[in-house]
């Protein structure tokens, strides 16, 4: 499918989720909301020849916790929400992105202002209150993106959300995979690189896979540097058990901060994965 044709359904596909957010999500129930956010989110990937597949899902919490995740690019929000939507903590900028920004405030996203230390103190205070609340929270403890091939050190400042509300962090891992199973880095959106050449090198280098790692939860008992260190060292181990492929549903298992994986062989057999369609065909290899 032509690169330009791809982007008019995206642009098509964005203004839908304005028009659904607009008139069905006033009167519709929370679950509702996220059944509608959650199959919006979906297509969005298929759109972007991406397909999804989930590892270890039943370790994920539905409620009360905040979730963490390294950053890679502006479609791991699409990501996430396909798997489970989560509201987020997002930079400032991305308010005043056409249609994009407008959809990220309708669906609960919390905004900072990085560049102020006080708004970073703001929102650890209306993250705790959601949170304690039994709302989900996500956010990129990273700080900014990178290409995923590995990670960024993981801030602790927002980490004290959980300790205050006293509930569970779960660490979550995204890596993308091109159509050969290699770690792909086509949908980084790093450096100098702008928002819509990010989206042709991402549509360029489908299709891709989405691969999510779920995490065990992690209790808010330790101190908010040393939550932030487990958290890491959970995500860094799923993603090298991914790049290896060794993470699949069910065979990383967590014994405090330890990950152990049980073979690729024993693994396949129990995998138990969400896999989403293309709207891209595979290449050959």
């Not at 999500?25 to 759109?47: C, D, I, Q, T, V």
């Not at 006293?166 to 100098?192: F, K, L, W």
């Not at 209790?219 to 958290?231: G, H, I, K």
Request: with cysteine.
């Amino acid at each position: 499918m032509k690169l330009a044709l791809r982007k008019v359904r995206l642009i098509a596909h964005l203004l839908h989720g304005m028009w659904t957010v607009a008139t069905r999500f006033p009167n519709a129930s929370a679950e509702r909301r996220h059944a509608l956010n959650r199959a919006w989110s979906l297509k969005m990937l298929r759109l972007c020849g991406m397909r999804l597949v989930v590892h270890n899902d039943a370790a994920r919490l539905d409620r009360g916790a905040l979730v963490v995740a390294n950053h890679i690019s502006w479609i791991d929000i699409y990501v996430i929400n396909a798997w489970r939507p989560t509201p987020f903590v997002s930079k400032a900028e991305i308010r005043q992105w056409p249609v994009v920004g407008w959809l990220a405030q309708q669906l609960d996203t919390v905004f900072i202002q990085r560049e102020k230390r006080s708004d970073a103190k703001r929102i650890m205070h209306e993250l705790a209150a959601r949170l304690g609340a039994g709302e989900l929270m996500c956010v990129f403890p990273e700080g900014t993106t990178t290409n995923g091939l590995a990670l960024l050190p993981f801030h602790a400042n927002m980490f004290q959300a959980a300790v205050s509300a006293g509930v569970p962090v779960q660490p979550v891992c995204i890596m993308y995979e091109d159509a050969q199973g290699r770690q792909s880095t086509a949908p980084a959106y790093i450096d100098d690189v702008s928002l819509a050449d990010s989206l042709d090198m991402l549509l360029r280098g489908g299709p891709l896979t989405a691969h999510v790692y779920v995490g065990a939860a992690l209790a808010p008992d330790a101190d908010r540097r040393v939550l932030a260190a487990r958290a890491q060292d959970v995500v860094a181990g799923a993603l090298q058990a991914m790049q290896t492929g060794k993470a699949v549903a069910g065979t990383l298992a967590h014994e405090g901060d330890v990950i152990a994986a049980a073979s690729s062989n024993d693994a396949n057999e129990s995998a138990e994965t969400l896999i989403e369609p293309v709207d891209q065909p595979r290449r050959s290899a």
